[in-house]
């Protein structure tokens, strides 16, 4: 039987945030969605989720969204939507959340941050994540932030099976080392956290055992392929050429821009997490080969 008070996900309707809803749901839990008025959330209520319409840049229906909650989770992100309002999405909007959860009292909000986020004022969408955790704690808002890593299946499942295609897609070096997730497992550790044994304010690094290169991650996924295929190719779009579009590219500048930093940073060799704390939390995180085994398995590897 579901619990009685729900659990608020703010965007529900993404890839990452559609996850934790049926992590939720298969933990038993009631859940309650903030969709946006023109959003559709058919499949939502398909599900028994409770719609409840509002918009992060409009504090009175967050309130009214967050009002009797068991918790709330965050995986709204402007910046992937690229839009005019995304900016101000991951900035006034993360406010607003943090307003409203301190109005209505929310047991505990679980916030989607980013890795490093602390250390990178130079990458827009990352430090957007770090001033939304300073907001929270500024306003004495029980919560936690998980700090994920790079989403390999987003990246490596670009455009469709990699393995089918041979090939995937990176922006910089692909051989520097970094901390990947699967969205999968950080859904799960989403909804855990709504409960889970942590104090307040808390800020954990998500990722796996170790961190990996792209080309290492390109090696383990061919694996998983025909005994003679040719191996993956990573095609990588350098950090300079990056930059280079930022400056030329009118449209998509501030996101092409806010990609070139992020290369950059991921060059330095210091986007790893420490996963100690993770592992005292949730239990022990994936390995590499395990990962990557089960994002090959779902496209019927």
């Not at 709204?76 to 995304?86: C, F, L, M, V």
């Not at 990458?123 to 936690?144: I, N, R, S, T, Y």
């Not at 989403?190 to 991650?217: F, H, N, Q, Y």
Request: aromatic share 6%; proline share 5%; charged share 20%.
């Amino acid at each position: 039987m579901a619990d009685e008070k729900p659990v608020l996900v703010v965007g529900a309707t993404g890839y990452l945030g559609g996850q934790v809803v049926d992590a939720l749901l298969q933990r038993g839990k009631s859940v309650r969605a903030l969709v946006r008025t023109k959003s559709d959330a058919g499949r939502l209520e398909a599900k028994g989720v409770e719609i409840v319409r509002g918009d992060m840049l409009d504090v009175a229906s967050l309130i009214h969204a967050m009002t009797g909650v068991a918790g709330a989770i965050s995986t709204a992100a402007g910046y992937t939507r690229n839009d005019k309002n995304a900016n101000a999405i991951d900035t006034f909007g993360n406010s607003n959340l943090a307003v409203a959860a301190k109005q209505t009292g929310v047991p505990r909000f679980v916030l989607i941050s980013i890795l490093t986020c602390d250390l990178t004022p130079q990458v827009p969408h990352f430090w957007h994540k770090k001033q939304a955790e300073d907001a929270f704690e500024q306003l004495g808002v029980p919560f936690v932030a998980l700090r994920p890593g790079a989403f390999f299946d987003q990246t490596a499942g670009m455009g469709g099976d990699p393995l089918a295609k041979r090939r995937v897609m990176w922006i910089g070096s692909k051989d520097t080392p970094l901390t990947f997730v699967l969205t999968s497992d950080l859904a799960g550790y989403l909804a855990d956290a709504v409960e889970a044994d942590v104090a307040d304010g808390e800020r954990i690094d998500i990722g796996w055992t170790r961190p990996v290169s792209m080309t290492e991650a390109a090696g383990l996924l061919s694996k998983h392929g025909e005994a003679d295929a040719k191996d993956i190719k990573i095609m990588a779009v350098p950090t300079p050429v990056l930059k280079g579009l930022g400056k030329v590219t009118s449209r998509f500048a501030p996101l092409v821009s806010d990609m070139a930093s992020m290369s950059a940073w991921f060059e330095t060799g210091r986007y790893v997490a420490n996963t100690s704390r993770q592992a005292e939390v949730f239990g022990p995180p994936p390995s590499p080969e395990d990962a990557i085994a089960r994002f090959a398995a779902g496209f019927g590897h």
